[in-house]
């Protein structure tokens, strides 16, 4: 049951959500005046190019079918790890969230190196998929361990198959965690440089990045970027309204969660494929590729393990500091969601997923530009970097906390406040207590994403800085993709820790339902 | 419209059974309701009945379809059974007209035009059956707790089962709205001529409500009987204890009357077979037996001294307590070392304080004592 | 690689004592050239490894307020765009000399580094050297529907394309865009991706810079690369494009910016650009890497570097054509 | 520990006014039960003594402190207040007993390690109070419900609160674990001297638990009695029914008697001023006016003939159902037109279909007539 307050929220909560909303807007108010210094004529001159609608269709095209297929892939996984009689379900879970770790430049070079004919759509599509399932599959998972199968009894005892059953009873529930995935997949989607570019399919954040390379028109790139925000806008409010509708309508199931877990059977064999397969052809693929050119090498480049080592500290420190300041972004605008609803929580809301739909190159300029308008004294520190992380993927973040917070039931806070706590010891003692599963897995997703980011690392870190992923691209900019490999099986390693932790997460979130069924 | 018979029924999730060799037997058209703790197996026998749970051993017959026996186990959609969940739980993105048209046979196979004016006409029938002829078009979250149970129980009703299934359907209603629905309910069933089985934790809605009453323990079922016969005359000490209240008194059997801190008392043996394996017969006399006493069947009268008390034929005793329900009262009276329960009407309210004799009315039970 | 704590990264403007680089070339590349300029000098460097278009892009955005003391970049059109925008301050004349004009810049606001060819490479298996055509003209023609690899977002590519324009004349270059566009090109997104695709048999040709088949036979072994060169003097397709430095405004006058750039023309650095990158050498007297043809006979006298930056036409006429 | 006056309280959410001037005046130490049917502000009321809903207008007094009055609002943290909501709301993530030490003065200020001890201290006090002295190393989640109730008064009490507030603290639990709870609950609250209300469903709960009960309806304050002036002198006839069976009847006034159906019999006249405006005295002779009856003022005599009827002083009626809850049972008795509800122990149950003779005991009440 949703915990909702019907009141005005607090101004103060009001002020910090605003306020992160606006730090997170950045990225928005760059391309503003980037696109406004281009002149009307040069906007509309884009549109008479035969390439751009190409481009959007393209864009469309990939983010419409890489959303729909996780769907059908991360669901039916979430249905087997949360509701069937497994064997080792630990292990299948953890397998579940891997794919998270594998940057989607590297599963797609991987591929390419196996098999060097896939190329276009398809193959955009194919690794796309892979990398982006665990977006659907853990928060689904999450929602079918904390719902009741009550539904799809009655469901049953009605005459309905299992199949309609489910469709019926279990699917609105789960409904909203669905289209929460989707929507990360789908802005994930419009916002991939790495992993489209390889297979030389093109999208606009293709055409942004060759806008910048080629023409150095940085007019263009933005009014193509622009683009992208008002797909990225259409996608996120599209899913507001179906989630406000389905958490309307569910709102009022009063289920006690009561489930059984489904015997296999002899689908057994086709379940252990679903979970098995997408995960090993997105993490045991480029994995193996990547060893293999290890040894093939024909010059090993020198391997300094000290600059792995340091590049990877660098990697571990600055994504923790992106996840913090996600979370210190994403908190008062998540619960600001879970708690309150009207047109201002709406558009706070809306603005703080925005900037998960554009490339990382355009959230890295516009933090140039700004940094060095606002805090010319740490432009080009570790604090710039860490914030332009939090803010390209404190979308992530909001969501988990969103959901986290508004488990909590408000009763609990009532009950601190009328023991003597205000409303931040309260907010302190109880809600971020109890939402901290929650958290902490919106944290470990922002910084498993951090880890992987390139572009606005390349623009923003410390000179001189390395990180795994920077190091990664400078060698396999030049081919050396033996001398890569120890920094890619880093890079995947270290982010597998994140990953793992998240599955763990999820799974022990279920402290909260027991105690307030 | 179909008896419904239970023989040797064994259900178990993982390692123990959670049913232990549960018979039963519902005539046609009639309403068994089950209580019993909370944990007992309540759920899980009319899970196993409606075939949402595999039992182990045992069968189970719905009028003359054999749905559950060695080896065969009928899926829940075939069994023609109505199911009406504590919840309710409405299809919460479903109209209650929808609602309710979902368990309508017409709403599957047929030709749509053809389905939708059977529907639409069933429907209605059902909503007026449930009195809720207006509320077709409200989605569930429109509902008060009662209304939703009645759109579940049409929803239950509309596909023509041959038996229903209730598991605590007043569970979440306040006591008012629970006892106006709990008439309607007893009628519609009636109405509908529908073999039932009614879960419920209140006792006095079992006894009320069922032309059978169905007490369980612990997976097994100790007592099936008409609510009289388990009200008066209950199995067991434990029984007597859970569908109403009771006080147990050490006494002595001598033939037909018991020995006890109330006196001399005429009395009924009642073997407690199933604890204790006692013979069926009555005790030798002078043998120790527990004399079950209901609040109910306490008289009080006022004393003015406390010499009177004897003359009565009880003990003196004092009222130290005062629990008001309105139409009656409990009156909680101390007489040395026993402390009893007495029922009164409004009209024989003592204030606290008050000297009383205590004398029982009518026959009391013996059962065999506890070790 | 320099790495460092990510506390430590302050801005460099700050410390005089280290000269900050921006490099839009591989750090693997020029990394161990930079690191032989602070053991030959002892000026300390910071170096930013990007991009080119990148660095470019972020040059743009910082204007003046750049640490950026140096802009090394991979090609002439960066260097260009931020000399436009009036971010680089003029290399002294005696320096700019002794790069011979075509190959630097006409006001001397960059100084032209390295030499690279545009090549057309080409499936040895499927291939021999007398089929692969001589000129890219003859790419448009049916026999190669399907078969031709380039990227045309590419900058060394839309050079080639100016070139074309400026040598053959607008209309014919537009034409020739517009046949090969609907000649079913293979469209990639930098000419690595165009080079493994020769390699792999997946386009029988390639147009690409030379020294990407050396990176790649380094990696691969020579005698594995399926890719072959073929190159193209005194056509379009084959011209010359440089990469080059910039010092940039905030370091006018800087000794040791000025002593960078002064490295990479010497003969020492050109050398080395010779041996580990398998580019040509700009300053007169040092020799090609082997095997290649000279720098002269690649060089088409009728076209002028200058002449290279009227950009936006091309890029007008690749988008015309679908292309962009 | 203080006196509670509520004057004139008005209270909103978004348009309409949820509470419209309610007050009231609950003595020290006093426990008040507020029924009333869901959605008529009972949550509201209690959020707004506590200060988690701030009042449009009116004020609320705890002992000498002001805490809600015009313009002013006190936080809820500031007004020392115990809360119990319905579900316990027990911190899932403490302990048993840092769920009470967190609301103990002591677990606040002070140096660390005295804070401890007294903590310490201060809750196995509680707890003991609560009679849950060994569970305080549990976690909520291995409590029964009952024990979870417990818990969450304990927690109330802990800071020693001026009123303690309880939102239907039993409603989640089954009857016979409720009515278990009901008095130990009274008694911990007195042994605490605290001022207390208590919002219940349950008029029977509400009757029998308080010194006050406040019968409350459309966010107003109909009725705020002892238990016996409201079940046998309800301000109104909604009152009448809201808490306990009643049967309406219409009458004549003549002077201390009303002409019915069940004939002439001895009356009390309650003016319904909040209805209807009507003067306070009494009516004129041969006003109309509605004659409430109690389903155990009803005393049935069976009788052999039709003739008899008319000797006892009743109508001739016949006894046409049964509802049986074991210590008594409700019979529903047809006399004509007239269809009665007559509450009969155990002892003077008939089967359906026994004609009897319906005579009324006592003094009924007479209230105005409904337009
Ligand atoms: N899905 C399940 N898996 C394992 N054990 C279960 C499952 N469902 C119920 N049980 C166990 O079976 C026993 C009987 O449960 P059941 O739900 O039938 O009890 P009940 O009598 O309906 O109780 P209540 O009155 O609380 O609803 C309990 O001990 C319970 O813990
Ligand atoms: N947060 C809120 N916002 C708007 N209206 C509300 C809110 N809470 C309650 N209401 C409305 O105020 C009225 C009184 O609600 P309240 O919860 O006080 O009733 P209640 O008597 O406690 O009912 P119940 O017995 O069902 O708990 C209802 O009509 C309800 O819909
Ligand atoms: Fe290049
Ligand atoms: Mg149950
Ligand atoms: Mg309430």
Known sequence: MPHLRAARPPRALLVAAVVACALAAIPLGYLLVRV??????????????????VLIGNTVLLAASVTLSTVAIGVPSAFLLARARLRARAVWTVLAALPLAVPSYLAAYGWLAALPWMQGFWAAWFVLTLVAVPYVTLPVAAALRAGTTGLDDVARTLGRGPLAAFRLGTWPQIRPAVLAGALLVCLYTLSDFGGVALFRYQVLTTAIQQAYGASFNRDYAAILASLLVLLALTVVIAEQFARGR??????AVTGQPRQRRVRLGQWTAPAVVLLAVPSALAVAVPVTVLVVRLFEAQTLRAFHP??????????VLLSAGGALVAIALALPIGVLAARYRGRVVRAVETTGYLALGLPGIVVGLSLVFFSLAAVPALYQTAFVLAFAYGVLFMPKAIGGIRGATAQVPTSLEDVSRTLGNGRL?????????????????????????????????????????????TELWSRTDVSAYGAAAPYAVTLILVAAVPAFLLSHARAGAGELEEATA | MSRLEVRDLVVGYDAADVLRSVSLDVPDGSLLAIVGPSG?????????????????????????????????????????????????????????AENIAFG???????????????????????????????????????????????VALARALASAPDVVLLDEPFGALDPILRADLRGSVRELLREAGVT??????????????????????????????????????????????????????????????????????????????????????????????AVLVRPEELALSPLAADAEAQAVGGPAAVVTGVSYTGHDAMLTVVAGDLRLEARVTAAGLLPVGTRVAVRVTGRVLAYPARA | ACTASPESGSPSTEGEDTLTIYAGRNEALVGPLLEQFTEDTGIEIDVRYATSPELNALLLEEGERTPAEVFLSQDAGALGSIANAGLTSPIPAELADLIPAGFTSDDDSWIGVTGRARVIAYDGEHLTPETVPDTVDALAAPEWKGRVAFAPGNASFQSFITALRVLEGEEAAAEWVDAIAANDPILTDNNLATLDLVNEGQADIGLINHYYWFERAAEEGEENMRAQLEFLPGDPGGIVNVSGAAILKGAEGDPDALAFVEYLVSEKAQRYFVEDTFEYPLLPGIAAPEGLPSLDSLVNPELDLADLESLEQTQQVLADAGLL
């Open chain 2, 104 to 150: 309508l046979p017409s709403a599957r196979g047929s030709a749509k035009s053809a389905r939708r004016a059977a529907t639409r006409d069933d429907v209605q029938r059902l909503l007026a059956l449930v009195g809720l002829g207006a509320l077709g078009d409200r989605l569930p979250a429109q509902l008060s707790g009662g209304q939703a149970q009645r």
């Open chain 2, 40 to 96: 007992c197996g309540k759920t899980t026998l009319l899970r196993t009945i409606a075939g949402l749970v595999r039992a182990r051993a045992g069968e189970i017959r719905i009028g003359t379809r054999m749905v559950t026996t060695h080896g065969i186990h009928l899926a829940p959609e075939k069994r023609r059974i109505g199911w009406v969940p504590q919840d309710a739980a409405l299809f919460p993105h479903l109209t209650v």
């Open chain 1, 306 to 315: 000290a600059e792995l080592v340091a590049a990877t500290g660098n990697t």
């Open chain 1, 246 to 251: 389905a958490a309307r309508q569910f709102g």
């Open chain 1, 36 to 53: 406004g210094s281009a002149g009307f004529e040069d906007v509309l001159a884009v549109f008479d190019r035969p390439r751009v609608p």
């Open chain 1, 425 to 469: 010891r309260t907010w302190w003692l109880v809600t971020a207590r109890l939402a901290r599963p929650g958290i902490a897995a919106a944290a470990l997703l922002v910084a498993v994403t951090a880890m992987k980011e390139l572009p606005a690392t390349l623009l923003l870190r410390p000179t001189g800085t390395d990180t795994l992923a």
């Open chain 2, 196 to 289: 039932g089985i009614l879960v419920t934790h209140d006792q006095a809605e079992a006894l009320s409500i069922a032309d059978l009453v169905g007490v369980m323990r612990g997976g097994e079922l100790l007592q099936l009987d008409t609510p009289e016969q388990v009200y008066r005359r209950p199995a067991t000490p434990w029984v007597a204890g859970f569908v109403g209240d009771a006080v147990f008194l050490p006494g002595t059997w001598h033939g037909d009357e018991v020995a006890c801190a109330l006196g001399r008392l005429p009395a009924d043996w009642v073997p407690d077979d199933a604890a204790t394996a006692s013979p069926l017969e009555a005790p030798v006399d002078g043998a120790s037996v």
